[in-house]
């Protein structure tokens, strides 16, 4: 399977991301900087959360074969890891900022 997208960056550049299937991996590519030095990449992070919010290319039903494609893959895995720390990390987030506020209202009583 390969599926090719075009998605808009923040400073209104054009990117492509292709996405790859053979067996259970998949590999996803893009032209940004990030994404050609194999760094996080948003535009890929997007497609696999469903955003068509900057895609460019009209293939949005696409996105959705992508999704469906990386059922069961090592991408899934690592995909569900990554959002499992991101939801901790941002928990831990918010419980920092009010203990940061409680620390400030303890130093003016």
Do not use: W
């Amino acid at each position: 399977m390969r599926l090719h997208f075009e998605v808009t960056g923040s400073k209104g550049n054009v990117y492509e991301v292709k996405v790859e299937k053979e067996g259970a991996n998949i590999n996803a590519y893009c032209t940004c900087q990030a994404g050609v030095n194999g760094l996080y990449c948003k535009h890929r992070f997007a497609l696999m959360d469903g955003d068509i919010s900057n895609l460019a290319s009209r293939n949005p039903q696409d996105v959705e074969k992508f999704r469906i494609a990386m059922r069961g893959t090592d991408l899934e895995a690592a995909y569900k890891e990554f959002l499992k720390a991101d939801t901790q990390f941002q928990e831990a987030k918010k419980s920092l900022d009010g203990a940061k506020k409680n620390l400030a209202k303890a130093m003016f009583r």
